[in-house]
Nanobody
């Protein structure tokens, strides 16, 4: 069982910023693709961003230019820096760790953006 510990959610006004963090073990972090997904009320879960062990990134079109995913190899932590937040970014954000077979999910952290 992969353990993922998320933090950093909260309430922010539109236009503001938040940074989400997700920590895991070194053995996972060194080989897994790490990512963030989100699920807004009444909507399906959707991809936000991913970063491979080699540092390649991928973003949903809706967050390109506003969100940045990054890895800190020394801390075995992945971050999601969210800038220029919009009310439609309101959701529960989930950290993921994926290999070729299985994806593990964190417990989720809530982000609320007020207008």
């Amino acid at each position: 069982q992969v353990q993922l510990v998320e933090s950093g959610g909260g309430l922010v006004q539109a236009g503001g910023s938040l940074r989400l963090s997700c920590a895991t073990s070194r053995s996972v972090f060194s080989v897994y693709t790490m990512g963030w997904y989100r699920q807004a009320p009444g909507k399906q879960r959707e991809l936000v961003a991913t970063v491979t062990s080699g540092g390649s990134t991928n973003y949903a079109d809706s967050v390109k230019g506003r969100f940045t995913i990054s890895r800190d190899n020394g801390k075995n932590t992945v971050y999601l820096q969210m800038n220029s937040l919009k009310p439609e970014d309101t959701a529960v954000y989930f950290c993921t760790a994926a290999d070729s077979v299985f994806t593990s999910w964190g417990q989720g952290t809530e982000v609320t953006v007020s207008s």
